[in-house]
């Protein structure tokens, strides 16, 4: 009678297990779908910040011609320098949110990978001690 028992406590044991393993692993699945989704908006207010800097870039440098026009000036020396120099800032500007997007989406996208190896790995000890118990 006594081993009946053991193997009933046993196998309850092991389905718990499996249950928690089951469980840990849709948990960590569930984090990657998020932290992807959270990736993907990052991306998406980058490139509306990116165009929104693109915007702002064109009106600085038509700005700055429109000025530079005006002064009766011609198209060389510190006129088109200005001009040249409001355009390169503005797109060392843009280029750096680029790089940053782009390093915060690998993050992102790492992270979700890794969550989702410690799920699997959650399941597959929890595999492994329900075969334990059951043996």
Known sequence: MGSIGSYATNR??????????????????????NTEAESASALRLAAENMATARRNQTAATASVRAAR????L???GSGLK???????ILEKQISDMSLGAAINDQG????A?????????????????AAAYRS
């Open 108 to 111: 992102k996208r790492h992270e």
């Open 74 to 76: 011609t198209a060389e």
């Open 12 to 33: 309850g044991i092991a389905q718990s297990a499996l249950a928690q393993g089951r469980a840990a692993r849709e948990a960590a699945y569930v984090n990657a779908a």
């Open 113 to 129: 990978a890794m969550q989702r190896w410690e799920g699997d790995a959650a399941l597959v000890s929890a595999q492994n001690q």
């Open 82 to 88: 200005a001009e040249l120099t409001t355009a390169e």
């Open 69 to 72: 026009g005006a002064s009766g």
